[in-house]
């Protein structure tokens, strides 16, 4: 069993909305700094956005009005809701968290926009 596992990938048209989700062990979550990342075919992991412990929110420009981290400290997990889905979102999103040395992945999630 992983410490972060993701749910909520797909296929979805441009200008569609999709939600993912990412379970964090209660250490994990309560103490480490969340966040999502994408990988695309031949390109880098990107970050998508971040939040942190206390709540505190930041987006790639590229997501930024579209995108929305959130976190449910009762069910310790963290959500992205994707808004106005592009065919450029398309990749392979990631649950990540981080704590000074110490980080963790998920397994991946694949999101696939496209008519």
């Known amino acids: 069993q992983g410490q972060l596992v993701e749910s909520g990938g797909g296929l979805v048209q441009p200008g569609g909305s999709l939600r993912l989700s990412c379970v964090a062990s209660?250490?994990?979550?309560?103490?480490?700094?969340m966040g999502w990342y994408r990988q695309a075919p031949g390109k880098q992991r990107d970050v998508v956005a971040l939040?942190?412990?206390?709540?505190?929110?930041d987006y790639a420009g590229s997501v930024k009005g579209r995108f929305t981290i959130s976190r449910d400290n009762a069910k310790k997990t963290v959500d992205l809701q994707m808004n106005s889905l592009e065919p450029e979102d398309t990749a392979v999103y990631y649950c990540?968290?981080?704590?000074?040395?110490?980080?963790?992945w998920g397994q991946g999630t694949q999101v696939t926009v496209s008519s």
């Open positions: 939040i942190s412990s206390d709540g505190t929110t």
């Open positions: 209660e250490t994990i979550f309560r103490v480490y700094r």
């Open positions: 990540h968290a981080r704590n000074g040395a110490f980080q963790y």
